[in-house]
Every structure is written in structure tokens, then in C-alpha cells.
């Protein structure tokens, strides 16, 4: 088995916006609460321009950054989409490359998704 750190592997991020803090909030502690997440950054009061329904809307959104394995995305995302007032929240997942070992590997050992 290739040595965490080194190699890619299991670990992906998750982005994800929240309309507030408040939201960000509930959305992350449910998610690290039932161990399908590591861990979940927020970062609050985002600029966020975007196309929605055939306008550019500008707005503050809260940004979370969520830290899982790769095979609870699709956990991960219903969760989201459950919990979210968002009509069509971005969840999106971005690989994870190399990096520290013991970081890669407390995530790992954090998700259980029970």
C-alpha cells in the first residue's frame, strides 16, 4: 500500500456555500456529528458573483471547507441538500494530493460514517 502523504488517495475536500453562519453552523456540526466529516471550516462573509436563472447576482455567502473520504460523497452531498434552503446548493469535491500523513491520516480515521 502506497504511504499516506506521498500518493493520492481516499481524501477529497468538499465546497460548499451557506447562505449565513448561522446555516454553515447546523450544516457542519450535523456532518461531523454522524462521522461523515473530519472536520468543516467556515469562512464567513464570502463575496460571491455568480449566473442564477439568467442573472448575475453578487451577494455574502459563508464558505465551508469540508474534509472526508472520498467514498462519502455522495453521503456528504444528501446531507447537504437535506439540510440546505439553498434551491440548488454547489457542492463540489476536489481531490486531495500529497500532504502531511498524520493530518491525511486523523481524517481518514475520523469518518466512519455511522
Given at each position: 500500500?502506497?504511504?499516506?502523504?506521498?500518493?493520492?488517495?481516499?481524501?477529497?475536500?468538499?465546497?460548499?456555500?451557506?447562505?449565513?453562519?448561522?446555516?454553515?453552523?447546523?450544516?457542519?456540526?450535523?456532518?461531523?456529528?454522524?462521522?461523515?466529516?473530519?472536520?468543516?471550516?467556515?469562512?464567513?462573509?464570502?463575496g460571491s458573483i455568480y449566473r442564477w436563472k439568467g442573472k448575475?447576482?453578487q451577494e455574502a455567502e459563508t464558505l465551508m471547507i469540508i474534509k472526508t473520504r472520498r467514498e462519502?460523497?455522495?453521503?456528504?452531498?444528501?446531507?447537504?441538500?437535506?439540510?440546505?434552503?439553498?434551491?440548488?446548493?454547489?457542492?463540489?469535491?476536489?481531490?486531495?494530493?500529497?500532504?502531511?500523513?498524520?493530518?491525511?491520516?486523523?481524517?481518514?480515521?475520523?469518518?466512519?460514517?455511522?
Amino acid at each position: 500500500m502506497p504511504e499516506i502523504g506521498t500518493t493520492p488517495h481516499d481524501v477529497i475536500v468538499v465546497l460548499t456555500t451557506a447562505a449565513d453562519e448561522e446555516q454553515a453552523n447546523k450544516i457542519a456540526h450535523h456532518l461531523v456529528e454522524g462521522r461523515l466529516v473530519a472536520c468543516v471550516n467556515i469562512v464567513a462573509r464570502i463575496g460571491s458573483i455568480y449566473r442564477w436563472k439568467g442573472k448575475v447576482i453578487q451577494e455574502a455567502e459563508t464558505l465551508m471547507i469540508i474534509k472526508t473520504r472520498r467514498e462519502m460523497f455522495e453521503r456528504v452531498r444528501t446531507e447537504i441538500r437535506k439540510l440546505h434552503t439553498y434551491e440548488m446548493p454547489e457542492v463540489i469535491a476536489l481531490a486531495v494530493g500529497p500532504g502531511d500523513p498524520d493530518a491525511l491520516a486523523w481524517i481518514l480515521e475520523s469518518v466512519s460514517g455511522q
